[in-house]
Each structure stands twice: as C-alpha cells, then as structure tokens.
C-alpha cells in the first residue's frame, strides 16, 4: 500500500484567520521577529502557525530557560521579549520568570496554551489556571475565552507591556479559541480604562524639583532602573555635571552614567560602596529617579538620610510613598522630567560637598581585594573587566558573584548589566545571557555564575551550542551557596545548615558534553592567561574558577540596620 500524504493546501486557498494565526501575525505588526519558546499540547495550534511564519523561533530546554532567555532580550533591547509555552506544567514553569520580571520592570508577553473553554474547570489534562496563578506576578494578564476579542487583547498586551512602568503580560489562549476563526481588524488605537502610562507633571512641581536642587548644598542623585527603561542616561549625567551632583545607583542602573565617571560613587546599599552609602546619610537633598528606595538600599528606614529631603520621581505613582513619605513626590517619566528641569537648574560648583566625598573616599579605600588563601573572585572579575570590550554585555547569576561583579565591572551605558534585582532568582544568568547574545549576536556577552545558580538551568548550555552563540561562561566555584553560607557565618554562629556541597560536577567536563570548551583555574597565576584566552575564544568558552570558600562579599550593611552600620568582619561569628 502507499502510504498516506497529508493533503496538500492549494494555492488558490485563502489562509484561515484563526487565534493561532493572529498571534503570529500580532508578533509581525507590533515590530517582533524572535520568540523564545517550548511546545506542547495545548499549543500545537500556535507551533503550526508558527511554522510558515519568518519568526525566529528559540527553542530552549525548559520553559523557564525560555522566559528568562526572553527577559534578557528584553533588557538588552528595550523592546518586550516573547514566550510560547503549553498549558499545565509548561504555564507553571514560567511563574519564576514572570516575578522576575515583574519584580524587575522588564517587558514581556507570555503567550500560553490552555485546554479547552470546555474543558476549563474540570481538572482537565494538563490543566492549570495560570490566570488565577500570575495575577500577582504580571502587570495585567488575560484569559481570552472569545475569538474575537483576541486582536483587541493582544495590541492591549503589548501597549501595556511597554508603556508606562513596563512589566510582563500574561495571555493564556485555550487550545480551541487557537483554531477557531477570529477578525482580521485590528483596533485603531489602545487605551485600557483607568490606565495612564504618562502621567502630565504640574510645571508646579518642575519647578518646585530645579529648586530645591539649587538651594541644597549637599544633593545626591539616586539613579534606578526606571531612568534605564525611559532613557534618560544623557540627561542624567548632563544633570549631574551641571548640578555637580554624585550620582548612587541600583543594580539596575549601573552603566546609566559610566561607572568610572567622577560623579559616580557606585552601588547603594547593603553591599554598596562605603562612600555611597556615607554620602547619601549625609546629603541634604535625594534626587531619586526611577528607583524603588527598597529594603536593600534603604535598610532602617528610620535611619535613612535623616536630614535629607527627598524627591522622589518615578512612572509608577504606587511606588511613590510605599517605604518612606517623599517631600516632593513626582509621578511621571524621568526622561520627560529631566528635559523640563535642566533648563532651570543652575550651573554650580559645590567644592565643601565634593571636598568632603572625597574625605569618605580617603577614610574608605576599597576593601583588599588580594586573597592569602588563593584566588581573590574581585581580583579577577576586576580584571576581567578590564580585558573585555568596553561595551560588553555581562550577565550574572544571583549570590556572591552578582555583587563582586556589580561591584568591580566597569560599565559605560545602560543595558549592559543584566542581573535579577528583587526576585533575587538564581539560575537566571545562563538564559538571559542566551538572549542577551540573541539580541546583539556581534556584542561580547560574558556571563558570570556562581557553582550554585549555574546549575539551576545549566541545561540551557544545550541552546547555547544550537544557535552557536559565543558566549563566555565564568563560573565562580567556591563549592557552597556563598552568599548563605555568608550570613550563617555571620550571624548563626557558623553553623553550615545545607550550604557546602558535599559534591560539585567537574564543570569543564560538563561543559564539553555540551560541546562547549572549557579550562579549570585554581591558582593565581593562571587567571591572566585563562581570562585572555577565554575572551579570544570564537565559540562558546567556559572557566572553571576555583575560589576560597571563606570568601566573602564586602563592605556588608546587615539588613534592617542603618546606613553607617557597616558590618566588620571579624574571625570569630556573632553570637
């Protein structure tokens, strides 16, 4: 017998119009070429679709490689990154990237699959409400259970999620609403009910801003990822060249004035530079901009800049007096709210207040950053930062590492740090620095992980060698969950509740069963031969840094304390 052939489309037959269709024809007019992604039965419909489309798709191991991949894209583009999943376990798998992202401020728009409208309910196969499941962890989600409300949902989708504070999109799509006809008009235009992404600024309260920067004697500028997202870097540093301002920054922020400027002082917070910290405590005027004033910078609210004021600008006006009472606060984009207040803001020097940061630097010389017990994770990373292209891309796991490198990698513009901030999510680096790479495949993108985080999604080595990318992998190996293993020195008297690994993968070799080189480095000498070798390296490359377990990661301000209570590390644990 022959065997049976799918029928054959005609050429003379009109394309069907269905939900699965119009998501990717959504991708096409909103401006979006890759999707990062994982099949399975609830969205065949969508995959079908897909497969006739020039949309890039990236196919990663797990669904939360691809949320995470989408993420990193998303912060290197300024554009929202695209994720496919199924229904069921595929939808659950996306719960930590999607907090991530919400926590983070980062654009995406998550479509998934789910079964049936008829089967929603009945504990179907593969069933899950993820609607219900991510309203707190999206800035809007939707359940499309009519057709012909799906061209309206998704031009909603991606007007919000790139608009005003941006943030990640839930839309879970049934598997029928998929296949079923749905219209070829699009809306003319998207307004959602009581959403204003661009809140009008009183030229009250810009002038009110360029005021009390003028009169204040001793400003700071407290810089957040909210000035990286609207693009304010130039009016950022014009302002604090103008105003001779120090600029404090977030994790998010890094880069938006170069890191090495003068009026840079580093990061804010527990594990901030000592200067920043005693600049702001002593400031009179916080210039916030863009930033959330969270725990981790802020400590003892009570504590805080205690004879500051504050004016606090920001997009999102919920963010505006949730840990402290600004004395001017200012809903609205900083971009748009720096251009109106430059002009008003005096030409001044401020030699008293540059005199006495200067002061707090000469009290405060960076903590030593050679290690009498073998290779110090700063030491390198400094010099890796030194090696590397300027402009390079680098990406980071969560724990010790991250904040070495926030620390010592010298960023020039914005985008270039990729790092997740509130969720704290190990095993986001390897993925983000996927669509890191995706995104700008000539950009060098490094990625820096500890032994612990690598591990979460080092599946995701797999994706990097099918879409050939060359990425550099530096995997800080001191063979513990360092930053946990840090506090319980610290403050539970040395005891190492679950923190050391008994048994670590040798990381070379793990690396080359995914076809990706790889050298181990575990003395001194080595690093500077390894480092250059590894970024001169065409394909992916992998080290494998052997460091001290005991290291830790200094100046240290311990949560819930104030500003100036720097933590000295001492030989003997707290009692």
């Known amino acids: 017998m022959r065997p049976n052939k799918p029928p054959q489309k005609s050429p003379l037959t009109p394309p069907r119009n269905n939900g699965a269709q119009t998501i990717i024809n959504a991708l096409s007019r909103f401006g979006l070429d890759t999707v990062f992604g994982y099949p399975g039965g609830a969205v065949i419909p969508l995959y079908d679709a897909l497969y006739d489309s020039k949309i890039r798709h990236v196919l990663t191991r797990h669904e939360q490689g691809a949320i995470h991949a989408a993420d990193g894209w998303a912060r290197v583009t300024g554009r929202p990154g695209v994720v496919f999943a199924t229904s069921g376990p595929g939808a659950t798998n996306l719960v930590t990237g999607l907090a991530n992202a919400h926590m983070d401020s980062v654009p995406l728009v998550v479509i998934t699959g789910q079964v049936a409208t008829t089967a929603i309910g009945a504990d179907s196969f593969q069933e899950a409400d993820i609607y219900g499941i991510s309203i707190p962890i999206t800035k809007h989600n939707y359940l499309v259970k009519d057709p012909a409300d799906l061209p309206r949902i998704l031009a909603e989708a991606f007007y919000l999620a790139n608009t005003g504070r941006p943030g990640p999109i839930l839309v879970d799509v049934p598997k029928d609403v998929q296949t079923q006809e749905t219209p070829k008009v699009w809306p003319e235009s998207v307004s959602v009910d009581g959403y204003d992404p661009n809140p009008i600024v009183p030229k009250e309260r810009i002038e009110a801003l360029a005021q009390a920067l003028n009169a204040s004697h001793r400003p700071i500028i407290y ?55 005693l600049a702001v405590f002593h400031s009179d005027l916080i210039l916030g901009l863009g930033a959330r004033f969270d725990d981790r910078v802020m400590g003892d609210a009570r504590r805080f800049s205690p004879v500051a004021r504050i004016v606090h600008v920001d997009i999102d006006p919920a963010e505006i007096g949730k840990r402290l009472s600004p004395d001017l606060p200012i809903a609205g984009d900083v971009k748009l709210v720096l251009e109106k207040t430059l002009g008003l803001v005096q030409k001044t020097q401020r030699p008293l207040w540059q005199a006495q940061i200067q002061k707090f630097r000469d009290e405060n010389p960076d903590e030593e950053l050679e290690s009498p017990n073998g290779i110090s994770p700063p030491l390198v990373i400094k010099r890796l930062s030194e090696l590397a292209r300027p402009d390079a891309i680098v990406v980071t796991d969560v724990g010790q590492h991250q904040m070495w490198a926030a620390q010592r990698f010298v960023c020039q513009k914005p985008r270039r740090f990729l ?64 930053m946990v293993r840090q506090w319980q020195k610290f403050f539970f008297k040395s005891r190492y509740s679950q923190t050391i690994f008994d048994w670590n993968p040798n990381f070379t070799a793990l690396g080359q069963v995914f076809d990706v080189p790889g050298q181990k480095v575990d003395k001194p000498d080595q690093v500077e031969k390894a480092l250059k070798t590894f970024l001169g390296s065409k394909g992916p490359s992998l080290i494998d840094l052997i460091v001290p377990i005991e290291a830790n990661v200094m100046p240290m301000i311990p949560a819930g304390q104030g500003q100036t209570d720097f933590y000295e590390e001492v030989d003997e644990p707290l009692s």
């Open 223 to 277: 810089v957040g990822g909210g000035a990286a997202w609207s693009g304010a870097e130039n009016l950022v540093l014009a302002l604090a060249e103008n105003a001779d301002a120090p600029v404090v920054k977030t994790l998010q922020a890094k880069g938006v004035i170069p890191d090495d400027h003068p009026q840079s002082l580093g990061l804010l917070g527990m594990h901030g530079s000592k200067v920043a910290n």
């Open 419 to 482: 790092t997740s901030g509130g969720l704290g999510t190990m095993g986001f680096g390897l993925p983000a620095a996927i669509g890191a790479q995706i995104a700008e495949p000539k950009s060098e993108v490094i990625l820096i992980a500890g032994d612990g985080g690598f591990q979460m999604n080092c599946q995701e080595l797999a994706t990097i060698r099918t879409y050939n990318l060359p990425i550099k992998i530096l995997v800080v190996n001191n063979g513990c969950l360092g």
